[in-house]
């Protein structure tokens, strides 16, 4: 609704979309952060060039209670980046169960690997680096969780490929789906990204298989559960 756009919560200069301060004391009275996750937001810091990223302890926190409360047999996750959002993932994942995680830049993937071994996660979280389609086109599900967290301007395509793979109640997660509060600005008719993710978030509120919510919360969290295939 057009006249939410003034209101104090919204800025889209994407410095912030919730008001000054919020952040900071929903992090304060939020559980700790895990030590191996800290450890893993410091070198991610210090180490990469975009560490913005990083999912972050407050965002982390909510996949992996997500991923709890779906304990999921078979899950996976397109964006691995240097590993944090994956290892919330695996810790909801059921005793024997397995996490795919996908990351086509090789450089932040040694930094997950290591993250990985450190958590305990190595025989838990099964990673491939390469092209997501590619990689796509070879996993078989049914998945019971996904989480989208890669090219904006593919997540119509990352969905159509994983939608299939999906068992019907499961949940897919996508990320950055307010991209800055920049889906309410002129930028959402001229730049790539996006337009790739208003694309997304329409078709999404379009699709007759499933039933979604669009979370303000860091950079917009949607989560889509299937309905029927």
């Not at 057009?2 to 008001?19: M, Y």
């Not at 967290?149 to 019907?168: G, Q």
Request: charged letters at 20%.
């Amino acid at each position: 609704m057009a006249e939410n756009r003034n209101h104090p919560g919204f800025d889209v200069s994407g410095e912030s979309l919730l008001l000054p301060g919020i952040e900071l004391y929903a992090l304060d009275h939020t559980s700790p952060e895990p030590e191996v996750l800290n450890a893993l937001s410091r070198e991610t810091h210090l180490r990469t060039t975009s560490p913005q990223m990083l999912s972050g302890h407050l965002q982390g926190t909510l996949l992996r209670m997500i991923s709890l409360m779906c304990k999921p047999k078979l899950a996976l996750e397109i964006g691995t980046f240097t590993g944090y959002s994956a290892i919330c993932l695996a810790s909801g994942i059921s005793q024997g169960g397995t996490l795919h995680t996908i990351e086509c830049n090789p450089e932040p993937g040694e930094i997950a690997s290591k993250y990985f071994r450190k958590a305990g996660l190595e025989t838990v979280i099964h990673q491939h680096i390469g092209d997501a389609f590619d990689i796509l086109q070879e996993l078989n599900g049914p998945f019971g969780l996904v989480f989208i967290d890669a090219n904006k301007d593919d997540y119509i395509r990352y969905f159509e490929m994983v939608f299939p793979k999906v068992e019907t109640g499961g949940i897919i997660l996508a990320d950055n789906t307010l991209w800055y509060g920049r889906v309410l600005t002129p930028q959402a008719a001229t730049d790539r990204e996006t337009k790739g993710i208003v694309a997304f978030n329409e078709y999404i509120r379009n699709h007759s298989g499933v039933e979604s919510l669009l979370l303000p919360v860091r950079d917009g969290l949607t989560i889509i559960r299937k309905l029927k295939s």
